[in-house]
């Protein structure tokens, strides 16, 4: 009965939802694209028998590549689908899997899923982190598709949500064939909304090397922002950056400023703000070789070149976390060694977060000029910056290989016959 009235209000809702993306086509035109997919239309197929990875945009699609190559491993002759909801998300699975079938996901209706399933006809599937779709699971189930949950996590605030809707989201839960929860708390929330198969394996994007090209962009990207110490702010979300330049503007350090936001529709706006805030701006899709010595901040406008910016950095704040938005991936900047700050709102990232702070690699900050005054501190103090650094590499590897047990514990789910 729960899904019966979820599907319906989904069809109340239906013609909202072009209304919808025609709207986030304004800042993004990428949304006008594949309309076909998201609605459970025009499939053709590549092949079908793929393993499919379903991870809905740029965070989850980066932390499944560990996980893709040790399931490419177990399984080397398998096609791979990788599905998305959002255009950045797809722009970023076209460039880590060149040879992936890479797909929208259709929205959560019984047809369109239920179309989804029979063209690929996938071996098994693989939710990444908390894709939790109602009909989707059903379909699966009622198609002989092995569903598991992959990288799982559950905050608390999520939790309370899902408890919420529990007659609808338990009987999801408990028809999936396996879930590899990131944490134990992960899985104990997990447990009490009706998992029934589950094991903490880790966190997949401990796995996520930063890759060599990346590297070399970084020495190149602090070739052209010269002999000035360099913060880079990245994944910075709407309000954050206005936050950071007024409290730069008060200090003035004699440092470049990065910024790269979060969302690509919103490069013009903050290349915008900070030029009204009186400094010299500069974009990376205009730079092609030093910055000029007056410019004060680089806006970095580019998809898929995150880890050249923190390669380049002498320090790095994660964005999402000075605002109550739950932070982002603070395990990137780590991987390649530099010292990370964050603001107080971590919540999707408690763990990793905790972990950081107490292994020395990260320091927690409860405003942006408590940012600015410890980025300076920080970079007046060689030594600590070089402690720090390292801590946050042996932070990183101490907590390597959870996409391998995930793949163990899944090969385990998967009943014999049905993956060969």
């Given at each position: 009965?729960?899904?019966?009235?979820?599907?319906?209000?989904?069809?109340?809702?239906?013609?909202?939802l072009?209304?919808?993306?025609?709207?986030?086509?304004?800042?993004?035109?990428?949304?006008?694209?594949?309309?076909?997919?998201?609605?459970?239309?025009?499939?053709?197929?590549?092949?079908?028998?793929?393993?499919?990875?379903h991870a809905?945009?740029?965070?989850?699609?980066?932390?499944?590549?560990?996980?893709?190559?040790?399931?490419?491993?177990?399984?080397p002759?398998?096609?791979?689908?990788?599905?998305?909801?959002?255009?950045?998300?797809?722009?970023?699975?076209?460039?880590?899997?060149?040879?992936?079938?890479?797909?929208?996901?259709?929205?959560?209706?019984?047809?369109?899923?239920?179309?989804?399933?029979?063209?690929?006809?996938?071996?098994f599937?693989?939710?990444m982190?908390?894709?939790?779709?109602?009909?989707?699971?059903?379909?699966a189930?009622?198609?002989?598709?092995?569903?598991?949950?992959?990288?799982?996590?559950?905050?608390?605030?999520?939790?309370?949500?899902?408890?919420?809707?529990?007659?609808?989201?338990r009987?999801?839960?408990?028809?999936?064939a396996?879930?590899?929860?990131?944490?134990?708390?992960?899985?104990?929330?997990?447990?009490?909304?009706?998992?029934?198969?589950?094991?903490?394996?880790?966190?997949?994007?401990?796995?996520?090397?930063?890759?060599?090209?990346?590297?070399?962009?970084?020495r190149?990207?602090?070739?052209?922002?010269?002999?000035?110490?360099?913060?880079?702010?990245?994944?910075?979300?709407?309000?954050?950056?206005?936050?950071?330049?007024?409290?730069?503007?008060?200090?003035?350090?004699?440092?470049?400023?990065?910024?790269?936001?979060?969302?690509?529709?919103?490069?013009?706006?903050?290349?915008?703000?900070?030029?009204?805030?009186?400094?010299?701006?500069?974009?990376?899709?205009?730079?092609?070789?030093?910055?000029?010595?007056?410019?004060?901040?680089?806006?970095?406008?580019?998809?898929?070149?995150?880890?050249?910016?923190?390669?380049?950095?002498d320090?790095?704040?994660?964005?999402?976390?000075?605002?109550?938005?739950?932070?982002?991936?603070?395990?990137?900047?780590?991987?390649?060694?530099?010292?990370?700050?964050?603001?107080?709102?971590?919540?999707?990232?408690?763990?990793?977060?905790?972990?950081?702070?107490?292994?020395?690699?990260?320091l927690?900050?409860?405003?942006?000029?408590?940012?600015?005054?410890?980025?300076?501190?920080?970079l007046?103090?060689?030594?600590?910056?070089?402690?720090?650094?390292?801590?946050?590499?042996?932070?990183?590897?101490?907590?390597?290989?959870?996409?391998?047990?995930?793949?163990?514990?899944?090969?385990?789910?998967?009943?014999?016959?049905?993956?060969r």
């Amino acid at each position: 009965m729960a899904r019966r009235l979820y599907t319906l209000a989904g069809w109340l809702i239906r013609p909202l939802l072009r209304r919808y993306l025609k709207k986030r086509a304004k800042k993004a035109p990428a949304y006008l694209e594949h309309w076909d997919e998201r609605f459970g239309d025009g499939y053709a197929p590549r092949a079908t028998g793929a393993i499919w990875i379903h991870a809905v945009s740029v965070g989850e699609t980066r932390a499944a590549l560990p996980l893709v190559h040790a399931l490419r491993a177990r399984y080397p002759d398998a096609p791979l689908l990788i599905t998305q909801m959002t255009p950045t998300g797809r722009a970023t699975a076209l460039q880590l899997y060149p040879d992936a079938e890479v797909r929208y996901l259709p929205y959560d209706f019984p047809r369109a899923v239920a179309g989804f399933f029979a063209a690929y006809r996938p071996r098994f599937g693989v939710l990444m982190e908390t894709e939790l779709w109602p009909n989707l699971i059903h379909a699966a189930h009622k198609a002989g598709v092995p569903l598991l949950l992959g990288n799982a996590r559950l905050s608390d605030k999520s939790y309370r949500g899902y408890r919420r809707v529990a007659p609808l989201i338990r009987p999801a839960l408990a028809s999936l064939a396996g879930v590899a929860a990131q944490t134990e708390a992960d899985a104990a929330r997990l447990v009490l909304l009706g998992t029934r198969n589950i094991k903490v394996c880790g966190n997949t994007k401990y796995d996520f090397a930063p890759p060599a090209a990346q590297l070399a962009l970084g020495r190149t990207f602090r070739t052209w922002l010269g002999e000035r110490p360099v913060l880079v702010a990245a994944s910075t979300r709407d309000g954050e950056e206005a936050l950071i330049l007024a409290a730069w503007r008060k200090v003035r350090p004699k440092a470049r400023l990065v910024i790269v936001p979060r969302h690509p529709e919103r490069f013009d706006s903050v290349a915008a703000l900070a030029e009204q805030q009186g400094f010299t701006v500069a974009r990376r899709s205009a730079t092609s070789g030093p910055l000029a010595d007056e410019v004060d901040v680089w806006i970095g406008d580019s998809m898929g070149e995150l880890f050249g910016y923190y390669a380049a950095a002498d320090l790095a704040f994660v964005g999402g976390s000075l605002l109550p938005l739950g932070g982002q991936n603070l395990i990137e900047p780590a991987s390649v060694g530099v010292p990370v700050l964050f603001g107080p709102s971590m919540f999707n990232f408690p763990q990793a977060s905790e972990l950081a702070l107490a292994a020395g690699a990260a320091l927690q900050v409860a405003d942006a000029d408590t940012l600015v005054a410890e980025m300076v501190a920080l970079l007046s103090d060689a030594e600590r910056r070089a402690a720090m650094g390292a801590a946050a590499q042996r932070f990183t590897a101490a907590h390597r290989g959870a996409s391998e047990r995930i793949v163990d514990y899944f090969a385990e789910r998967l009943a014999d016959g049905v993956v060969r």
